[in-house]
Structures are given as structure tokens and as C-alpha cells.
């Protein structure tokens, strides 16, 4: 079985990222490009029997062993409260909250790999998705080479706040009642059709 250097942290790419809490479904690493201090990523091991890493959150591999779910689980939840409850930042600021998420892009050439990133956020920093983009902002720049050419990422950006602009000045950024509750039951009508 060739092991990918995510699947075990003894194979991990750079030794001084490795956090020593793990377990035998899971283990921490700092990531190579950080947006916030105190970013940490919670990998998932790939185990002897399993064909292929697990590369998303709906690889079936996660279920079939409802022990190793329940250790993900539990091991974020683990790792979220001691950052939430213990980690100050450089000022001395505590922690508020911790975002935890998975942005894994499927595909089956192991360029992918299950991994949960827990953003830290601090007292008087911006909240929600604003906040989220600071951090990918935050991580942009650590890249180098960058994966995306940083004018190329902003003019990005740009254009997905300009839609918007152009929405809001031809007066259709806001959705009417009806629009909203139309959009809110075809999106339950949709989920109730697949998840029931």
C-alpha cells in the first residue's frame, strides 16, 4: 500500500508543523500557510485495509467503521474546546470562536485529502464568511510560489464584488419576499426529496 505523506504523520512533509496529540484515526498539523495564528488542521489516517485515502467528507470508509467517525468527531471537538478555552494570541486576545471546515476537493488522482481546518477567532475581529475570507487572504500570502498569482486572486475577488455592486446600483441586490420564500422552498422542497 503506498502511503501519501497526509496518511501518516511519520511520512508528514515537515516534522516542526506536527502537533503530538493524535490518535489512531486522526492527527494535528499546523498547515503550511496559516491565515490565523493558532490555525490547526485535524488530518484523517488512512488505515491498513483501506484501498485509497479517505478524500472527502462522503467517502463511505467514514461510516463503515462507526468507531473512526466518532474519534473525527470527538478529536475536533477535543481540539476546538482546548483552543477556544486555552489559546491566546500574540495580544493577548482569547479565543470567541472556532470555525471548523472542510474545503477537500474530491477526485480520485490523491491530490485530495480529508482534512478539517479550525480558524481560531479572536475578541474584535470580523465574524462569519468576511472573516473566513481575511484568513484565505491571510493564507495567499504565504504561499510561494503562489498557487494563484496575487493580482490574478484579488481581480478575482474583485469581480465577485463587482457583480454585486452592479446588482445592488441596477436595484436588484435585495430579494423581494416572494423571490426569498420561492429560492427557501425549492431548496427544502429539493432536500426533502433526496434526504428522506
Known sequence: MSRCF??????????????????????LAVPQEIGVFGQVILIVKRLEGDVNHICDITDPKLVSDPKRMNSILNGIHLVANKIKNELKDMNG???EKVYVLTQCESNEDNDSHLHFQMYPRYH????????????????ARMQQPPKIPPCEKINRGMAILNRNKKMIKQGNWVLLEKEKEEKIKSNVEALNQILN
Open 93 to 95: 486576545r482569547e479565543v
Open 124 to 139: 474584535c475581529d470580523s465574524t462569519g464568511n468576511e472573516y473566513l475570507y481575511q484568513c484565505e487572504w491571510e493564507e
Open 6 to 27: 497526509l496518511c501518516d504523520p511519520m511520512n508528514f512533509e515537515a516534522e516542526e508543523r506536527k502537533i503530538r496529540l493524535e490518535d489512531r484515526y486522526w492527527y
